[in-house]
Each structure stands twice: as structure tokens, then as C-alpha cells.
């Protein structure tokens, strides 16, 4: 048999030939030194290249992942991030008591609360000092 | 499918896989390592498997996969026994194999960057895309002679990587 072409064989690697003329050079291809080595470079090349391939959407999707990882990670920031800094003369509320940390960290609601109780103090003066 | 069937298949093509193998490998025992991996592989898919009339092409493919598994693990291998004789150590390190293969890609893609435009559009192609080489030329508006002169031009670079690779 004439050996084949070197297109030839790429097709036979690539599968692209027809079912019996791939057999027939099947047949060719191993019993024939020449060929034989000529396929197997060809072969080993088209392996690793298709490896790369495989392996490219895998690369993929891994920085889709990481993509996601990271708007999730932003999503979360945002919606708990930083707030607006309250106020605290409106919002302020006591754990402790002190006749002065009223004074010093209440404001006015601290202030009000204290009018109040001048005026119940005078009221209760007023009705203990009659006779 | 049957236990019955999958014998009856795999006797009817083993000559034709003998062949395939045998121009892939040159090598009877490899060969007939590769043939057991098949029957093996076809066994184990022969409780889900339904061929409907193309059992011919599954078997093949199996084959092809068999093939192309082995040929990778070669070229690992080949690596693996290139760096143990580059250093001191004395027992190849299994939990180096992923790394050769990162190697190996990495060489490949390096190799791949480095080709004409021109080739570089047909191994890409065919890569993204899978289609034949007659539809890569009716793309490119090339002759499938040249289509095919640039994708063999292409592996010859890609085998020089490879050499130097190991």
C-alpha cells in the first residue's frame, strides 16, 4: 500500500474519515514504521490540545464563581453597611441613673422629663404647706 | 443491556479495535490492556446503556475516551519521570500529578498563543466549535488542503512543546 498522505492521517485522528477507509488505514498505520510514527506525534499533539480544551470552561467557570462570591460579598456590605450616625439627643435611652448623666448626656429629652418633675415637686409643695 | 449482548459486541468488534488501538499504540499488550479497559468501561455502562442501532459508534467512542485517557496519563508520566531524574528524590510523589498536568496545560496554551494567526484561527475553531475541518475551511473561505496543511503545521508546533515540555 502507498502510505498516506499527512492530511490523510490528521483526518484519521480527527475521526473524519469514512468508517472503512479509517479501518483500512488502521491496518496500515500498524504494521508501517514510517506512518506509525508520523500518527503517534500527530496523536499525542492532538490529545494535549484537546486536554487544554476541556480544561478551558472549567477555567471559566471558576471566575464566574469568584464573580459571584464577590457580588454577594458587595450585596451584603451594602445592606448592612454603615448606617446613619442616630441622633443621640433623640434616640438616647438609660441604663444607668445618676442625678447629673441626665444633664450630661440626655439633652432635652432629659430637660423635659426634668420640667416635669419641677412642676409635680411645686405642685406637691403647694397642696403639703396648707393647713 | 444484557451481560449476553455486551459479549456478543464486544466479540464482533474486537478486530476492528484491535486495530485502532493497534495503530494508535503499536504495542500488542498494550493494546490488549486498552481492549480489557473497553470491555471493562462497557460492562459498567451496561445496565443504563439503550443502543438503538449504534452500538458500533458508543463502542468507538468508548474506545477513543480509553485512548485518549491513556495518552494523557503518558504524558504525565513521562514528566513525572523526567523530573524525578532532574532531582534527588527517590519515589515519584502521586499528589504531583495535578500539578505536571497544570504544567502540561499551561506549555500547551503557551504553545497555542505562539502560533500564526493564521493556524491559530483553525486550531481554535475546531477547539471552541468541534466541527469538521471541511466546515472550517467553508468558514475561513480557505481550501480544505490548506485548512488541513495549517492544522498539521499547527500539532507539529504544538509536538515540539511537547518534546521540550519533557
Given at each position: 500500500?502507498?502510505?498516506?498522505?499527512?492530511?490523510?492521517?490528521?483526518?484519521?485522528?480527527?475521526?473524519?474519515?469514512?468508517?472503512?477507509?479509517?479501518?483500512?488505514?488502521?491496518?496500515?498505520?500498524?504494521?508501517?514504521?514510517?506512518?506509525?510514527?508520523?500518527?503517534?506525534?500527530?496523536?499525542?499533539?492532538?490529545?494535549?490540545?484537546?486536554?487544554?480544551s476541556?480544561?478551558?470552561?472549567?477555567?471559566?467557570?471558576?471566575?464566574?464563581?469568584?464573580?459571584?462570591?464577590?457580588?454577594?460579598?458587595?450585596?451584603?456590605?451594602?445592606?448592612?453597611?454603615?448606617?446613619?450616625?442616630?441622633?443621640?439627643?433623640?434616640?438616647?435611652?438609660?441604663?444607668?441613673?445618676?442625678?447629673?448623666?441626665?444633664?450630661m448626656?440626655?439633652?432635652?429629652?432629659?430637660?423635659?422629663?426634668?420640667?416635669?418633675?419641677?412642676?409635680?415637686?411645686?405642685?406637691?409643695?403647694?397642696?403639703?404647706?396648707?393647713? | 443491556?444484557?451481560?449476553?449482548?455486551?459479549?456478543?459486541l464486544?466479540?464482533?468488534?474486537?478486530?476492528?479495535?484491535?486495530?485502532?488501538?493497534?495503530?494508535?499504540?503499536?504495542?500488542?499488550?498494550?493494546?490488549?490492556?486498552?481492549?480489557?479497559?473497553?470491555?471493562?468501561?462497557?460492562?459498567?455502562a451496561?445496565?443504563?446503556?439503550?443502543?438503538?442501532?449504534?452500538?458500533?459508534?458508543?463502542?468507538?467512542?468508548?474506545?477513543?475516551?480509553?485512548?485518549?485517557?491513556?495518552?494523557?496519563?503518558?504524558?504525565?508520566?513521562?514528566?513525572?519521570?523526567?523530573?524525578?531524574?532532574?532531582?534527588?528524590?527517590?519515589?515519584?510523589?502521586?499528589?504531583?500529578?495535578?500539578?505536571?498536568?497544570?504544567?502540561?496545560?499551561?506549555?500547551?496554551?503557551?504553545?497555542?498563543?505562539?502560533?500564526?494567526?493564521?493556524?491559530?484561527?483553525?486550531?481554535?475553531?475546531?477547539?471552541?466549535?468541534?466541527?469538521?475541518?471541511?466546515?472550517?475551511?467553508?468558514?475561513?473561505?480557505?481550501?480544505?488542503?490548506t485548512?488541513?496543511?495549517?492544522?498539521?503545521?499547527?500539532?507539529a508546533?504544538?509536538?515540539?512543546?511537547?518534546?521540550?515540555?519533557?
Amino acid at each position: 500500500m502507498i502510505h498516506p498522505s499527512e492530511d490523510t492521517l490528521l483526518l484519521l485522528a480527527y475521526g473524519e474519515l469514512a468508517v472503512e477507509q479509517a479501518a483500512e488505514l488502521e491496518s496500515h498505520v500498524a504494521g508501517c514504521e514510517t506512518c506509525g510514527v508520523v500518527f503517534a506525534r500527530l496523536e499525542r499533539a492532538r490529545v494535549a490540545l484537546d486536554d487544554v480544551s476541556r480544561a478551558v470552561p472549567r477555567r471559566r467557570l471558576d471566575w464566574a464563581a469568584v464573580a459571584l462570591a464577590v457580588a454577594a460579598v458587595l450585596a451584603v456590605v451594602l445592606l448592612m453597611g454603615p448606617r446613619p450616625t442616630p441622633d443621640r439627643a433623640s434616640h438616647w435611652a438609660p441604663t444607668t441613673m445618676s442625678p447629673t448623666a441626665g444633664y450630661m448626656t440626655g439633652g432635652r429629652a432629659m430637660l423635659d422629663i426634668d420640667a416635669q418633675l419641677t412642676q409635680l415637686e411645686q405642685g406637691w409643695g403647694r397642696s403639703y404647706g396648707r393647713p | 443491556m444484557s451481560q449476553i449482548r455486551v459479549e456478543q459486541l464486544l466479540a464482533e468488534h474486537t478486530p476492528a479495535l484491535r486495530n485502532f488501538f493497534g495503530a494508535r499504540c503499536r504495542d500488542d499488550e498494550l493494546t490488549g490492556e486498552l481492549l480489557q479497559e473497553v470491555a471493562a468501561r462497557l460492562v459498567t455502562a451496561a445496565p443504563r446503556l439503550s443502543l438503538n442501532g449504534n452500538a458500533r459508534g458508543y463502542l468507538f467512542r468508548v474506545a477513543a475516551n480509553v485512548w485518549h485517557d491513556h495518552l494523557r496519563r503518558d504524558l504525565v508520566r513521562r514528566r513525572a519521570s523526567v523530573a524525578l531524574e532532574a532531582s534527588a528524590a527517590t519515589t515519584a510523589d502521586p499528589a504531583d500529578a495535578p500539578l505536571l498536568e497544570r504544567e502540561l496545560r499551561t506549555a500547551i496554551g503557551a504553545a497555542v498563543a505562539a502560533l500564526p494567526p493564521a493556524q491559530r484561527e483553525v486550531v481554535e475553531l475546531r477547539r471552541e466549535f468541534g466541527i469538521t475541518f471541511q466546515e472550517i475551511a467553508d468558514r475561513l473561505d480557505r481550501p480544505l488542503g490548506t485548512v488541513l496543511t495549517q492544522m498539521h503545521a499547527a500539532l507539529a508546533r504544538i509536538s515540539a512543546a511537547l518534546e521540550s515540555y519533557r
